[in-house]
C-alpha cells in the first residue's frame, strides 16, 4: 500500500483544494524545518488562525493533519480526494496546502515498508483532527476542474441480500461516489453492518429520503454523517435469528452484537434493545427527533441532490 500511495503521492502539486475550500492568502509552508522554527516564536500571519491542540507542536500536529489527507488518498488510489476535517484544519490552523501534500509525501517515506504503522496513524490522526476541528472525518472529492463532486450512489427498494455489501461497495467506487442513498425493507443483518463499516472507514456519508427498515438501519448508522428528508421513515424491529443462533443464549448474543455494532458507530445502542422489544412482523417508526436525539442522525434536509 505504502509503495502504490509513494507513486501515487511523490510530486503532485494538489491545486484542486486551493481557492475550492482552503483560503487562497495562506502563509508560507509549515512543514518539516518550517514549522519548527515556527515554534521557536516565528509568528503566524494569517488571521484567525489557531494555535495547536495542547502539547503538540506546530510540526507535530502538521504530520496528523498530512496522515488523514493521506489516509483519504490511499483509500481511493486518487489524489484529487482529502478529508473535510482536514480542509477545516487548513483553514483553522494556517496550514497552505503545499505543506500538507510534502508532509504527506514525507510521512510515505519514512514509514516505508510499515503501511499498518502509517495506517494506523493515519486512522488515529483522522480521529484527532475530526474532534480538534469540530467537522466530521468525510471523503472530500473534487472533479478535475476543481469544483466539489457531490454524486451519490442511490439504491431504492433492493433488499439487502447476499453479496449486497460487494457489489455496493463496486459501484460506489466506480461511481467516485460520496456518499449513499438507501431505501430499503432490509435483509441481511450481515451484509448491512460489512456495508456499514466499510462507509463508516471510508469516511462515505449516507441518507434516506422515502423508508429505510430493519436491517437497512445499520447501512444508515454506517455514515459518517447520516441525513434524512422530513417524510422519509425509519423502523425497527427484532431481526429473524439465524440458524446458529436459535437458542436463547444464542438470541442474547444476537441482540448483543446489535447493540456493539450501533455503538461502535457512535449511535446510542439502546436502539438495538429498542429493537429487540417489537416483534420480526411488526416495525416501530422511530420519530426524527428520537433519532436525532439518539445520533441515528445527524441532520434532516429537505432533499437529497
Known amino acids: 500500500m505504502v509503495r502504490t500511495l509513494a507513486r501515487v503521492l511523490l510530486g503532485v502539486s494538489f491545486g484542486v483544494l ?9 502563509t508560507e509552508p509549515m512543514s518539516g524545518q518550517a514549522s519548527d522554527q515556527a515554534d521557536s516564536g516565528r509568528r503566524d500571519t ?6 495547536p491542540p495542547q502539547g503538540m507542536s506546530r510540526g507535530d500536529w502538521l504530520s496528523r493533519v498530512a496522515a488523514c489527507h493521506l489516509l483519504r488518498v490511499g483509500q481511493n488510489l486518487d489524489v484529487a480526494v482529502t478529508d473535510s476535517a482536514v480542509i477545516a484544519a487548513a483553514d483553522k490552523y494556517g496550514f497552505r496546502v503545499d505543506a500538507i501534500i510534502e508532509r504527506s509525501n514525507q510521512l510515505v517515506v519514512e514509514y516505508d515498508s510499515r503501511g499498518s504503522a502509517l495506517l494506523d496513524f493515519a486512522t488515529e490522526s483522522c480521529r484527532q483532527v475530526s474532534d480538534a476541528t469540530g467537522m466530521a472525518s468525510t471523503l472530500v472529492r473534487f472533479e478535475p476542474n476543481g469544483t466539489l463532486r457531490m454524486h451519490w450512489l442511490r439504491i431504492d427498494g433492493a433488499e439487502i441480500a447476499d453479496g449486497f455489501a460487494e457489489k455496493t461497495i463496486g459501484e460506489l467506487r466506480r461511481g467516485r461516489a460520496v456518499g449513499l442513498v438507501i431505501n430499503s425493507p432490509g435483509g441481511s443483518v450481515f451484509e ?11 469516511g462515505l456519508r449516507t441518507a434516506v429520503d422515502q ?11 454506517g455514515g459518517a454523517e447520516r441525513y434524512v428528508t422530513p417524510d422519509a421513515k425509519l423502523g425497527i424491529h427484532q431481526s429473524k435469528v439465524p440458524r446458529r443462533f436459535s437458542s436463547h443464549e444464542g438470541g442474547q448474543l ?20 429498542a429493537a429487540a422489544s417489537v416483534p420480526n412482523n411488526k416495525i416501530l417508526l422511530i420519530s426524527l427527533s428520537d433519532a436525532l436525539q439518539t445520533g441515528l442522525v445527524t441532520d434532516v434536509i429537505e432533499r437529497v441532490e
Not at 46 to 51: E, L
Not at 211 to 221: E, G, H, K, M, Q
Request: aromatic share 8%; glycine share 8%; net charge positive.
Open 192 to 202: 448491512a453492518r460489512k456495508l456499514g463499516r466499510y462507509l463508516r472507514t471510508m
Open 46 to 51: 494569517i488571521p484567525g488562525s489557531t494555535r
Open 211 to 221: 423508508a429505510c427498515t430493519s436491517a437497512c438501519i445499520d447501512v444508515l448508522a
Open 254 to 273: 444476537y441482540v448483543a452484537d446489535a447493540f456493539l455494532y450501533l455503538r461502535e458507530m457512535g449511535i446510542d445502542p439502546d436502539v438495538a434493545i
Open 18 to 26: 486551493v481557492g475550492c475550500a482552503v483560503p487562497g492568502q495562506m
